[in-house]
T-cell receptor
Framework: AQSVTQLDSQVPVFEEAPVELRCNYSSSVSVYLFWYVQYPNQGLQLLLKYLSGSTLVKGINGFEAEFNKSQTSFHLRKPSVHISDTAEYFCAVSEGAQKLVFGQGTRLTINP | EAQVTQNPRYLITVTGKKLTVTCSQNMNHEYMSWYRQDPGLGLRQIYYSMNVEVTDKGDVPEGYKVSRKEKRNFPLILESPSPNQTSLYFC?????????????FGPGTRLTVT
């Protein structure tokens, strides 16, 4: 079975600073990887996904992620964060079409 | 608009009182799932369905039931809720063909069992 580890439960950063949210997955076979965002009191919204091809994936709201097969990582980055990026971020790996395996979540807090 | 809907959005109930949370999708997706979200644990799958009348257990199925009588609907049933089922619940759907395996999530149902 797959597993996903998000290495930081909370990440505080200042507005306009860069941020990296770290994610490692367990599988050594081909995987589909996702980052979802959950804004306060809202559902889950897809930020970006890696299916194949280029290892650098661009998503919505200026986020990007880099797939690193040798390190089994899929870290999420943004060069300059805004107050509106305050949310919880979830990394997930597909386990077939029927299931996503999620990490524990990283709470991103942006300080002015 | 393509969407997954859930009802109710908020529910407070007492131990042992049967309840149903409804889920519906309008994207003609074959797969549907229920997840629960708990602090520090992320989302965990409760049950999933691959099509009408085909369901299977996820990682945390104890205390829950599901049914899939129509393709668009996938209700979650708690026959005798307990306080440890207090959680945020999400319904999701996905396609089986053309497989990006992306799941589309509903807005969530916050359940409190006292």
């Amino acid at each position: 079975a797959q597993s996903v580890t998000q290495l930081d439960s909370q990440v505080p950063v200042f507005e306009e600073a860069p941020v990296e949210l770290r994610c490692n997955y367990s599988s050594s076979v081909s995987v589909y990887l996702f980052w979802y965002v959950q804004y306060p009191n809202q559902g889950l919204q897809l930020l970006l996904k890696y299916l194949s091809g280029s290892t650098l994936v661009k998503g919505i709201n200026g986020f990007e992620a880099e797939f690193n097969k040798s390190q089994t990582s899929f870290h999420l980055r943004k060069p300059s964060v805004h107050i509106s990026d305050t949310a919880e971020y979830f990394c997930a790996v597909s386990e077939g079409a029927q299931k996503l395996v999620f990490g524990q979540g990283t709470r991103l807090t942006i300080n002015p | 608009e393509a969407q997954v809907t859930q009802n109710p959005r908020y529910l407070i109930t007492v131990t042992g009182k049967k309840l149903t949370v409804t889920c519906s999708q309008n994207m003609n997706h074959e797969y549907m799932s229920w997840y629960r979200q708990d602090p520090g644990l992320g989302l965990r799958q409760i049950y999933y369905s691959m099509n009408v009348e085909v369901t299977d257990k996820g990682d945390v199925p104890e205390g829950y039931k599901v049914s899939r009588k129509e393709k668009r609907n996938f209700p979650l049933i708690l026959e005798s809720p307990s306080p440890n089922q207090t959680s945020l619940y999400f319904c999701a759907s996905s396609r089986s063909a053309g497989g990006t395996y992306e799941q589309y999530f509903g807005p969530g149902t916050r359940l409190t069992v006292t």
